[in-house]
Nanobody, 115 residues
């Protein structure tokens, strides 16, 4: 059974930082491209960042220079370090694992940026 469990979300003031984690089980983690997506109220889910099995990273323009995606294959975990957070970063953040036609989602973790 595949499970992706996100953690690390919460309430933070503008300019603050958070680190999200996604622990995976039930998959051969090191062959999957891992990604973080987010969905704000009333908006479509959007890609935030991805990291391939070869550690190539990709970011949406709005988070470049502020967010960093990384992975620890020994721990089957992918991280999203977020700094200089803005109110527009408020969303539910989801982890996704992709390999070929297979894709698995986590349940999401809420990030709220507000003073």
């Amino acid at each position: 059974q595949v499970q992706l469990v996100e953690s690390g979300g919460g309430l933070v003031q503008p300019g603050g930082s958070l680190r999200l984690s996604c622990a995976a089980s039930g998959i051969i983690f090191n062959i999957y491209t891992m990604g973080w997506y987010r969905q704000a109220p009333g908006k479509q889910r959007e890609l935030v960042a991805t990291i391939t099995r070869g550690y190539t990273t990709n970011y949406v323009n709005s988070v470049k220079g502020r967010f960093t995606i990384s992975r620890d294959n020994a721990e089957n975990t992918v991280y999203l370090q977020m700094i200089s957070l803005k109110p527009e970063d408020t969303a539910v953040y989801y982890c996704k694992a992709d390999f070929g036609s297979q894709g698995f989602w986590g349940q999401g973790t809420q990030v709220t940026v507000s003073s």
